[in-house]
C-alpha cells in the first residue's frame, strides 16, 4: 500500500496544474462629473457650440500653443480663466487626458442682467428680484432656487466671482428650478444694487443685525432681496448700499439659520404679504 506523507506528497496522477493569475487590468478612471469637460478638442467645442462655461482651468505651463486660443474663446464667452497647479488638474480630471485644460460647464445658460430688467418692467405683478451676495455652497444655491420657483422671484443674481455658479449639483438640489428661474451673473453687486434703485427697486438686506424684523418691513413694492454668504453674511459695501437690513429673530441658543432656510422664510414673507394686499 502507498503511504502518504499527511497528504503533503501527491502521486503524479493526482497533481492539479496551477494556472498563473492573470495580469491586473489597468484601473480605469472614474466618472467624471456632469459639469466637467477635459481635453484641447473637448472644451473647444464646448465654447465653439455657444454652451455656458464657468470657468476654464489651465494647468501651470500649458498656456501655449492651441491653448492660447481656447483661453481666448473662454474670456469671449464671458467664462473665468485661472491657472492652476498641474497636481489639482489630475485631481479634478479623475484619470482622464486633460492635456492642461478642463471646463466648467453651467447645466443651462445664464439669462443676461438686461433681459431680466426689461421682463421685470412689462410684468403686470410687482417685481421681486432675489441678489445672492457671495454664496459658496451648491446645495444652498439649488435649493435657494427651488424656494424662489415657488414663490415667483423675477430673477436671481449671482455675483461673477466668489460666488457658487450653477452647476450638475445645483441643478440636482433645485429639483428641476434651475430650468425656470432666470439667472444673472453680475459684476460688481454695489453698481448693480444702484442700477437697481434709479429703476424704482427697494434693496432690502439680510442681516442678524438689521434693524428691523422681518415681518414689520414693508415688502410689497419693488424689492431686491439680498441674501448674504454662509460665513459671513452680506459683505460690508453690499450692507451699506442696502436701503433696509432686517432680521429674523432668535429666540433659542443657535443665532443664526441655514443660509437657504433664511431665504425662504425671507421669500416667503414677501409672497404672504403681496397676496394680503393683492398685489399678486
Request: glycine share 8%; hydrophobic share 40%.
Amino acid at each position: 500500500m502507498e503511504r502518504r506523507n499527511n497528504g503533503s506528497k501527491i502521486s503524479g496522477t493526482d497533481r492539479k496544474t496551477r494556472k498563473a493569475a492573470p495580469a491586473a487590468r489597468p484601473a480605469e478612471p472614474a466618472s467624471l462629473p456632469e459639469d466637467v469637460v477635459v481635453g484641447r478638442n473637448a472644451v473647444t467645442e464646448v465654447l465653439k457650440s455657444g454652451r455656458t462655461v464657468n470657468r476654464l482651468l489651465v494647468a501651470e505651463g500649458d498656456a501655449q500653443g492651441s491653448i492660447r486660443e481656447i483661453v481666448r474663446m473662454a474670456r469671449e464667452n464671458g467664462a473665468i480663466v485661472e491657472t492652476v497647479a498641474r497636481s489639482k488638474m489630475e485631481a479634478i480630471a479623475r484619470g482622464f487626458r486633460h492635456q492642461g485644460v478642463l471646463a466648467y460647464t453651467s447645466p443651462v445658460d445664464y439669462t443676461p442682467f438686461d433681459e431680466i430688467l426689461r421682463l421685470a418692467r412689462q410684468k403686470s405683478d410687482v417685481p421681486f428680484l432675489l441678489l445672492l451676495d457671495e454664496l459658496e455652497d451648491p446645495h444652498n444655491l439649488g435649493a435657494i432656487l427651488r424656494t424662489a420657483d415657488a414663490v415667483g422671484v423675477d430673477g436671481v443674481l449671482i455675483p461673477k466671482r466668489r460666488s457658487c455658479p450653477l452647476s450638475a449639483t445645483v441643478a440636482k438640489t433645485s429639483a428641476g428650478a434651475v430650468e425656470y428661474v432666470p439667472v444673472a451673473r453680475i459684476g460688481n453687486v454695489a453698481q448693480t444694487l444702484n442700477e437697481l434703485k434709479r429703476e424704482g427697486f427697494w434693496v432690502v438686506g439680510a442681516d442678524m443685525d438689521g434693524t428691523a424684523d422681518y415681518f414689520t418691513a414693508d415688502l410689497t413694492g419693488a424689492v431686491v432681496l439680498v441674501v448674504g454668504s454662509e460665513g459671513h453674511g452680506i459683505s460690508r459695501l453690499v450692507r451699506e448700499t442696502c436701503d433696509l437690513l432686517v432680521r429674523i429673530p432668535m429666540l433659542g441658543k443657535i443665532n443664526s439659520l441655514n443660509v437657504s432656510v433664511a431665504g425662504a422664510v425671507l421669500m416667503y414673507e414677501v409672497l404672504r404679504q403681496r397676496r394680503e394686499k393683492g398685489s399678486v
